[in-house]
């Protein structure tokens, strides 16, 4: 794949926007405020191919919000491979879940991939406009000022340039202007100054810079994702992503290239070191697999190392200070079971960019009232898009575990109904219908399901008793996403009221 071109000398150079990091978040915000004539600093650790475990399934409402930032044609080239829905699976027996249908009766499709080549195909993208300057380089710390960020400090990567030279260098005309002070004579670290009216942040899942905006707002672990990839099988349902349902947690698989499967098998607990892992994934994990897969996912497990990823949950909480914004998992994240990171980040960096390069006057980034206004927009138009897919991804992954059983069992049953049973929650899924009513309704329809399975067909005082704890069940699950997401506060009020939670 074609090298990234970064920039190592930004001395002189004037910038609108500084962007702290180049995933998937700020090389598709950096991309889409060049093109619309802003001049972008995007500075980012590492800018070779990244090998991570998730962020390779895109939804559909991702595919969607790509298309509008005008960087669809990044899933071209990468070996990507087309997502109609999904299949879920327990005890060998599968639901195939397929995405709505656009209105000409085709169905519409997410893709799966390699996220480090679609990483660098954004990156590409971003480093060819104009107006966006790419540079490799540690971010340690933010310029404040009176209480107003100002800019950022940075490592400057050791690399060799490579930059583009066809950029022109930009007069000193204010003091939004990279200055250089070299603290070490033998140069080498390289620190950098660099100020501009805005910084974003978006830094990833392991920010560097969150503690020192929003310190209250801490990232929760709720499991670990432990992956391999499997060769040589196929899937039972193809160009679809599968869920099996499994004890203690359920595992993901998905195509992510000709012949490569991706899977993910999820660890509730403290994950072990990797050779007691190993042990646990070859006599626990492994039998509950489809005897298909069973003999690929051993031979994977004997012969490949383990790669792990953390899974947590962040709330979105409004950054306090002028001058700065956060998006991307930096500032929100859900559990990745059902792959709506990328559809949350990029509809944000459709939001945002466009509330700040269309708005009229031009926003002052240094006023408080002003940041206070354009993110009191960006959390409203928001809302019903992120809060539907973050309840959802936490919902779910709480119904699938094992814990749940009553409500996993109930949860299945209840897809399996077909029609608006199934279509419903898939196009939740799919992030393009986000409305956290229609969520809220599925969900305790699901509950009530279960309730009428287990009541019937006579209702026994145990049976009432297990009902009572079925609606407790999903109250605790539900509720606290909700509260967490400030939505359906009448929900929350009348599981209250009925004493289903707390």
């Known amino acids: 794949m074609e090298d990234i071109q970064f920039e190592n000398e930004v001395d002189n150079k004037v910038f609108d926007i500084i962007v702290v990091g180049a995933g998937v978040a700020g090389s598709a915000f950096a991309y889409s405020l060049g093109k619309a004539g802003k001049r972008v600093l995007c500075i980012e650790r590492d800018l070779s191919e990244p090998d991570r475990i998730v962020g390779e399934l895109m939804q559909p409402g991702g595919v969607r919000a790509l298309r509008e930032l005008g960087m669809e044609d990044c899933l071209d080239g990468i070996d990507s491979s087309l997502v109609f829905g999904y299949g879920i699976f327990k005890h060998g027996k599968g639901t195939k879940l397929s995405y709505p249908k656009d209105s000409n009766g085709a169905i519409i499709n997410g893709f799966s991939f390699h996220h480090g080549r679609f990483i660098q195909k954004l990156r590409l993208r971003a480093s060819s406009c104009e107006n966006v300057f790419m540079v490799e380089g540690t971010v340690n710390s933010l310029i404040e000022e009176d209480g107003i960020i100002k800019g950022v400090t940075y490592i400057e990567s050791k690399k060799k340039d490579n930059s583009n030279e066809n950029k022109e260098n930009s007069d000193d005309s204010n003091n939004n202007t990279a200055t250089t002070n070299n603290n070490n004579n033998n140069n080498k670290d390289l ?5 501009a009216p805005l910084t974003v942040v978006c830094d990833g899942c392991f920010s560097n810079l969150r503690k020192s905006l929003v310190p209250e707002n801490q990232p929760l672990l709720t499991s670990t994702f432990v992956g391999l990839v499997i060769k040589g099988v196929q899937l039972p349902f193809q160009c679809h992503g599968h869920v099996f349902l499994v004890d203690p947690a359920p595992i993901l698989m ?10 993910l098998v999820d660890i509730p607990f403290k994950c072990p070191p ?14 509950q697999l489809p005897e298909s897969l069973r003999e690929s996912f051993l031979y994977a497990l004997r012969n490949s190392p383990l790669k792990k990823m953390p899974n947590s949950r962040l709330p979105p909480n409004p950054t306090p200070k002028p ?7 930096s500032w929100n994240m859900r559990h990745p079971l059902t792959g709506s990171g990328m559809t949350v980040c990029l509809s944000d960096c459709v939001i945002l960019s466009k509330l700040i390069t269309q708005s009229n006057p031009s926003i002052n980034f240094t006023d408080r009232v002003s940041m206070e206004r354009l993110i009191q927009k960006f959390t409203i138009q928001r809302k019903p898009l992120a809060s539907t897919l973050n309840v959802l991804a936490g919902a779910l992954y709480k119904v699938f575990s094992a814990s749940n059983e009553h409500l996993r069992k109930a949860c299945l049953g209840y897809l399996s109904l077909g029609g608006e049973f199934s279509a419903g929650p898939v ?12 969520l809220a309704m599925h969900f305790f329809a699901v509950a009530f399901y279960g309730v009428l399975k287990n009541i ?4 026994t005082p145990a049976r009432i008793r297990r009902c009572y704890q079925i609606l407790c069940a999903a109250s605790d699950i539900v509720v606290p996403l909700l509260r967490s997401e400030g939505v359906l506060k009448y929900i929350q009020n009348i599981c209250i009221i009925l004493r289903l939670t707390k």
Do not use: Q
């Open 191 to 195: 620190i950098k100054e660099v100020r």
């Open 254 to 263: 998905y195509r992510i290239g000709s012949d490569e499967i991706r899977v």
């Open 274 to 287: 990797n050779s007691e892992l190993k042990e646990y994934l070859e006599t626990v994990t492994a039998p």
């Open 323 to 329: 001058g700065v914004l956060m998006i991307g998992d």
């Open 427 to 438: 196009a939740l899924l799919s992030g393009l219908k986000p409305k956290p009513h229609i």
């Open 456 to 459: 019937l067909p006579f209702p």
